[in-house]
């Protein structure tokens, strides 16, 4: 069983920055492909980013890429994902995510078997 705690959503101003963090317990972490996803009203859960056990490959959707940085660090069991140039389309409930069966690092959803209760984040114009 692994449980993750999401941290460091908030309001902020078009242009601005925030940094989330999942906190995981258990000693699976390091085992686990972690990743973080987003869901705004009315829309589908989708993918934002994904790190591989060891930290060594991160992946981003197209939206995201060159404004978030995924990253963890496995003897804090914590997985990071900071946010800079944050647009209003950005504004949604973000989820961390924790994969043990698959090898691969996953994009979608049913990869993951653990899931956090989500942090609000909120972009204003």
């Known amino acids: 069983q692994v449980q993750l705690v999401e941290s460091g959503g908030g309001l902020v101003q078009a242009g601005g920055s925030l940094r989330l963090s999942c906190a995981a317990s258990?000693?699976?972490?390091?085992?686990?492909?972690m990743a973080w996803f987003r869901q705004a009203p009315g829309k589908e859960r989708e993918f934002v980013s994904a790190?591989?056990?060891?930290?060594?490959?991160?992946y981003y959707a197209d939206s995201v890429k060159g404004r978030f940085t995924i990253s963890r660090d496995n003897a804090k069991n914590t997985v990071y994902l900071q946010m800079n140039s944050l647009k209003p389309e950005d504004t949604a409930v973000y989820y961390c995510a924790a994969g043990l069966i698959f090898v691969r690092v996953g994009v979608r959803p049913n990869e993951y078997e653990y899931w956090g209760q989500g942090t609000q984040v909120t972009v204003s114009s």
């Open positions: 790190i591989s056990r060891s930290g060594g490959n991160a």
């Open positions: 258990g000693r699976t972490f390091s085992s686990s492909n």
